[in-house]
Nanobody, 124 residues
Framework: EVQLVESGGGSVQAGGSLRLSCAAS????????MSWFRQAPGKQREGVAA????????YYSDTVKGRFTISLDNAKHTVYLQMNSLKLEDTAVYYC????WGGGWAELRTYDYWGQGTQVTVSS
């Protein structure tokens, strides 16, 4: 059973930076995605960034491309999301997600495991 624990959320002013971490335990899979999603109040959960573990391919949503960077430390079984130039609209609960197989990286049904989420609040 894979368990995902996020950390690093908090409050920051617009233009600032935060780094989220997601530590995975019980993860013995060498395929699939390690990804970040977010959900703002009243909105659907959306894919932010994904790291395909088998090939190292990386994907970003258009709304964060150029500002966010996803990375994976295999030795620590931890995936990071470096968020720069944060905007008010980045405010959301951010979730780490793990899929065992491939599929659409931004589709919720692709994922088998989810973390509990960490709040990111961007203020003016």
């Amino acid at each position: 059973e894979v368990q995902l624990v996020e950390s690093g959320g908090g409050s920051v002013q617009a233009g600032g930076s935060l780094r989220l971490s997601c530590a995975a335990s019980g993860d013995t899979y060498s395929t699939g995605y390690m990804s970040w999603f977010r959900q703002a109040p009243g909105k659907q959960r959306e894919g932010v960034a994904a790291f395909y573990t088998e090939t190292g391919d990386i994907y970003y949503s258009d709304t964060v491309k150029g500002r966010f960077t996803i990375s994976l430390d295999n030795a620590k079984h931890t995936v990071y999301l470096q968020m720069n130039s944060l905007k008010l609209e980045d405010t959301a609960v951010y979730y780490c997600a793990r899929s065992i197989w491939g599929g659409g990286w931004a589709e919720l049904r692709t994922y088998d495991y989810w973390g509990q989420g960490t709040q990111v609040t961007v203020s003016s």
